[in-house]
């Protein structure tokens, strides 16, 4: 937040607004790492927010989803922080358990494949697990014609990441009775399984594999920021798992009137319309001039799969203990 | 004859810093473990995880040892033209941040790697880096360098005159001088080595091939982001107390005295440089496998130099900035934990490497939560942390040489009235330059490539590079990443060969 | 007058007696086998090693409890008499003042002392540069600066060839004794201690005796030298 070089002019101009600039409230959002990064989603964010705010927001970025709520529950009801903004619906039943997050009282006209009724937390974006693959190559059609295929792939762990909790969730939820014999089949098309969702992209770009486990949207960075239309999705026969990605006000917030505020922007224009080319994600409510040139091309799933974070919570160990014994065969 | 020991060195800071090791690995451990709620014992995978940890670090250390002494002798004996950049450069894969190091390992071992399409081009079978044998050769690319450093240094500090009496009595070199040596120096870099992989969890994670090849701290990392399971974590930390605490014994026991005694700084001659071949057979070989995955990470980075955001580097310089801190910290601890030394001392020298950087990270931040905000501290807790988790390297390689001051001229600055400061000043620091340069540019060179505990406390202005790194890629721009990962290797060697190249002055290492 | 009043010296299952006056100004010749104790009497004498019981005294003074630094001593060890980093006039000048840094009386102080060594214009060399006796040469020079009355001499020219050797005996005598310093040398060698030393007290037995006249003792060794020097 320091820029030496204005400090000159600023200073001056705050010594007369000191006594304003004193009451100007700070609203402080936390959030994972690439959101707040140049490139992503937090600058463009801030200004527009700030805006129409009179207020200071600011972004922590700290690691990933599943850090976020692990930094929250550390720091407890003491917390400075007013919202939390990045976690998943694989989080949100512990997120809830702590105890620690307020009803968000926004009702809004959200854009999902799915019914979205959660009282605490509130989709910013979403969008669908998937492989993505090269144009030009053999792709697979389902899980289980990956699992007997030769293509190659490489996966993240779910104890790690978030893309590998989700494809544990998709198998789970796509064969519910044969997810351990899946397993079995995928085990030898598995070229390795990393710990986060960069590694395997990037091994992926580097050619050890034939897709990477990643999201239906991923092809549109390619073809918008790069204009290279040489990655796409593998559609699947059995439906594709879903990321929601919610934001959460915390109770213990000083700013209560201004959190309220920012959960209400979270679903409006100046906030959903920066999302899709800076987070290539879904947005949560379509803004009014549509998706971006490219999104178009991306696929579309006939079926979305996505379990209630509580059966997700429940199911988790067990989806876990299957997915460890088939691949440590 | 055997005279008391003299103690001239002031003690109170080395207390000091072995009191602030503690509380950063101990402490932090305990933290941790106040705050969790009672936790289920250990499962089926807990104690799979434990086994696949041991014996990957008892293969990664004793493969990079018995590799590294023939490098070391070779290049202990020979002179050649450009030595000393190839010395620096082979520490490059130690100081490199894991992800880092390990695209360069697939650029060559990969897939699609340089070793794969060559063989396939010839018409054989491809091979698989992914398994078991892929964590082993991943942690003896990143050991192996710094397994021939400490080896080298054993060979160097062997005082010319003793190879000049070996010479002249004709008696076998190997057996008078350089077993007796090795005996002093390899189980502590077994040791060291040995611990380094038992904390490692994103090389055996990636190279592994799933969860078959799960360490304790993955389980560590699990149990901290995923399940919030304090408890579960701070245990798992105690496991890896406990694995260090026997393996540390182990090495202890079976570690030589090194009686070398003092000599007069000339200039190693040898007599003994028969069969060149050999030498430079282990020289070359080291270097190919050394230096290709490197030269790929730069060959890939180089076109992302040009189109990484302005933000990288001023992420650059703030990494730079901590490590000379963490740098500075470092070794001022070293220094005072070697003046103090003992065996107390040998302990809290190991602990940092035994400590798990999670644990640590979430320690401190459970320890200054209720102080300041995380976000406020992050970069000071950054230099301290990673001060401590460089201690172990950097006193590794200052401990003998304070020793050695003492021993030899501890008398002589007794007799003529040193004060201890002016000991300090006047012949401890200068006598301990060489392996002091060494220990600065490793522990600046591990800060910068450091991200564990930045990630936990960090928002935005307080970027690194490592983690400017990271979230590039974590936006797909992985050209750019690729771009900051020759910069963040650019200068980390270079801020090594500073201090290295410093600490060496116009002494011939 | 240096004295050893019921010394008591001991590590190990090592053990030395001594209750022994040292006279003033004079050089002392410490003989007896190896092992005997002939250093380890210097080391408590300089204060590296504490006595398990009785006194050490100088000019009346008791200097048990001093620390080595305190006492009225320099000292000259086996070897490590300089430090290799160091130049010799830094070397040198660590006789006058425990610190690096000089003033340019001092300096010339270096200088003349260096000068009367034999080593004029070797100031800025380093040890390693120098022969061994030049060495040997150099240590003596910060001895001679430091002014300390009591000089112990822990077979610091054992290396030397004889021709040397007897040069910086030579040049303890004229530079050291005759200023008025009390030295007290270990040698081995009864050539030695015929060449400058004024009395010699054997070693032997674990027993230090009373130092006594050199020409009259080597003239009618008492038991213990008569051993040592095989007669």
């Known amino acids: 937040m320091q820029k030496p070089i204005y400090l000159p002019v600023v200073a001056g101009l705050a010594l007369c607004a000191t006594s304003t600039l004193a009451e100007t409230p700070v609203l402080q959002v936390l959030t994972y790492d690439s959101f707040v990064s140049d490139w992503g989603p937090g600058p463009a964010i801030e200004n527009a927010f700030e805006a129409e705010c009179a207020c200071d927001l600011e972004f922590v970025g700290s690691s990933d989803g599943a850090a976020l709520l692990a930094r929250i529950q550390l720091e407890g009801p003491r917390t400075e922080f007013d919202v939390v903004l990045g976690l998943d619906t694989n989080l ?20 999902l494949p799915i019914a979205w009724d959660d009282a605490d937390f509130l989709p910013f974006d979403w969008g669908y697990f998937a492989f993505v693959g090269n144009a030009d190559a053999e792709a697979a059609v389902s899980l289980r014609n990956l699992a007997v295929s030769d293509l190659k792939i490489v996966i993240q762990d779910p104890r790690s990441s978030t893309p590998g909790l989700g494809l544990l969730m998709w198998v789970k939820e796509a064969h519910p009775d044969d997810a351990a014999a899946i397993w079995e089949a995928l085990a030898d098309n598995i070229v390795t399984v990393t710990p986060g969702w960069s590694e395997a992209y990037g091994m992926f770009l580097d050619g050890e594999a034939d897709a990477v486990l990643s999201y239906t949207t991923s092809p549109a960075y390619h073809l918008i920021a790069e204009e290279d239309a040489s990655k796409v999705a593998w559609p699947f026969e059995e439906g594709h798992y879903m990321q929601v990605e919610v934001a959460g006000k915390l109770a213990s917030t000083d700013q209560s009137e201004l959190a309220d505020q920012f959960m209400a922007f979270i679903v409006s224009e100046g906030f959903q319309s920066v999302i899709p080319t800076t987070n290539w994600m879904y947005p949560a409510v379509t803004p009014e001039a549509g998706l971006p040139d490219g999104f178009e091309t991306l696929v579309t799933p006939a079926v979305s799969l996505l379990k209630s974070p509580e059966d997700a919570a429940a199911i988790r160990a067990e989806a876990l203990e299957e997915w460890r014994n088939a691949l440590s065969q | ?100 190091a390990v695209v360069g390992l697939i650029a060559v071992f990969g897939r699609n790697g340089i070793l794969n399409s060559t063989m396939i081009w010839a018409g054989i079978e491809p091979i698989s880096i992914y398994g078991f044998h892929g964590v082993i050769l991943a942690h003896v690319f990143f050991n192996l360098p710094l397994a021939v450093r400490f080896i080298l240094q054993g060979w160097l500090a062997i005082p010319s005159e003793r190879f000049r009496l070996a010479a002249s009595l004709n008696a076998p070199i190997g057996r008078v001088l350089e077993i007796p040596m090795l005996r002093a120096v390899v189980p502590s870099t077994f040791l060291v080595i040995f611990l380094i992989c038992l904390t490692s969890f994103a090389v055996a994670l990636t190279l592994g091939r799933g969860p078959k090849s799960t360490t304790v701290e993955l389980a560590i990392y699990q149990a901290l982001r995923f399940d919030f399971d304090l408890g579960r974590a701070a245990m798992l930390a105690c496991i890896q107390f406990g694995l260090c605490a026997v393996a540390a014994v182990i ?15 000339r200039t ?106 995380p976000s406020d501290v992050a970069l000071v807790i950054t230099m301290l942390v990673n001060a401590t988790l460089a201690l172990p390297f950097v006193l590794r390689a200052i401990g003998p040489a304070i020793v050695a001051v003492h021993d030899d001229f501890g008398r002589l600055a007794v007799s003529v009235g040193l004060t201890r400061w002016r000991w300090l000043w006047v012949v401890v620091l200068p006598r301990i330059r060489r392996p002091l340069g060494f220990g600065a540019g490793l ?9 564990g505990v930045i990630a936990l406390f960090a928002g935005k202005a307080e970027e690194t590079l490592p983690l400017a790194m990271h979230r590039l890629m974590g936006a797909y721009r992985m050209d750019a990443a690729a771009g900051a990962a020759v910069l963040l290797l650019g200068v980390s060697l270079l801020i090594f060969w500073i201090c290295d190249h410093w600490g060496r002055g116009d002494v011939d290492l | 007058m240096l004295i050893c009043e019921d010394l008591e010296l001991r590590y190990d299952d090592f053990s030395l007696r001594a209750d022994v006056r040292f006279a003033a100004g004079a050089i002392t010749a410490l003989i007896g086998p190896s092992g005997a104790g002939k250093s380890t009497l210097l080391a408590a004498i300089a204060g590296f090693l504490p006595p398990a019981s009785g006194r050490v005294s100088w000019a009346g003074m008791d200097i048990t409890a001093q620390s080595p630094a305190d006492r009225p001593v320099s000292m000259l060890f086996q070897d490590n008499n300089l430090f290799p ?103 081995h060698d009864p050539d030695d201690a015929k060449r400058i030393a004024d009395a010699v007290a054997v070693v032997a037995d674990g027993v230090v005796s009373d130092p006594a006249p050199t020409a009259a003792l080597f003239d009618n060794p008492p038991s213990a030298l008569a051993a040592y020097l095989g007669r």
């Open chain 1, 92 to 111: 949100t039943a512990a997120a809830r358990e702590t105890g620690l997050f307020a009803p968000h009282g926004v009702t809004a006209d959200l854009d």
């Open chain 2, 1 to 100: 004859m055997a005279q008391r020991a003299i103690t001239i060195s002031p003690r109170w800071p080395g207390v000091l810093a072995g009191a602030l090791v503690l509380v950063l690995t101990l402490g932090t451990l305990a933290a941790v473990a106040l705050r969790a709620e009672l936790t289920t014992g250990l499962g089926t995978a807990d104690w799979a995880a434990i086994r696949f940890t041991v014996v990957q670090a008892f293969l990664s250390a004793l493969i990079s040892v018995v590799l590294a002494i023939p490098v070391a002798r070779a290049l202990a004996r020979r002179r050649f033209w450009g030595r000393q950049a190839f010395i620096t450069l082979l520490g490059a894969p130690f100081l490199l941040p894991v992800i880092v």
């Open chain 2, 251 to 265: 090495a202890w026991r079976v570690t030589g005295v090194d009686a070398m005694g003092a000599g007069f700084d």
């Open chain 2, 268 to 373: 190693v001659t040898r007599w003994d440089k028969r069969r060149p071949f050999w030498d430079y057979l282990a020289i070359a070989l080291a270097a190919l496998f050394l230096l290709i995955p490197l030269a790929m990470v730069v060959l890939r980075g180089l076109p992302g130099l040009l189109i990484m955001p302005s933000s990288v580097w001023l992420a650059a310089v703030r990494s730079v900035l901590v490590a000379i801190g963490s740098a500075t910290l470092c070794c001022t601890m070293a220094i005072a934990l070697g003046l103090l030394g003992g065996r107390a001392v040998a302990v809290v020298g190991v602990l940092p490497l035994a400590a798990s950087g999670l644990v640590v990270g979430t320690g401190a931040f459970l320890i200054v939560y209720p102080f300041v905000s």
């Open chain 2, 443 to 451: 522990s600046a060179a591990l800060s910068m490539g450091d991200l």
């Open chain 3, 85 to 187: 980093h160091l130049t010799i006039a830094q070397n040198v000048g660590l006789g006058l003042r425990p610190g690096l840094r000089l003033s340019s009386s001092q300096m010339s102080q270096v200088d003349a002392v260096l000068e009367s060594v034999g080593l004029a214009g070797m100031g800025t060399r380093k040890p390693a540069a120098l022969s061994g006796g030049q060495q040997s040469r150099a240590a003596l020079a910060r001895v001679l600066l430091a002014d300390r009355p009591l000089v112990l001499l822990d077979e610091p020219f054992a290396a030397l060839g004889p021709n040397l050797k007897g040069e910086m005996l030579d040049l303890v005598k004229q530079r050291l004794a005759d200023q008025g310093r009390t030295v007290m040398m270990v040698t």
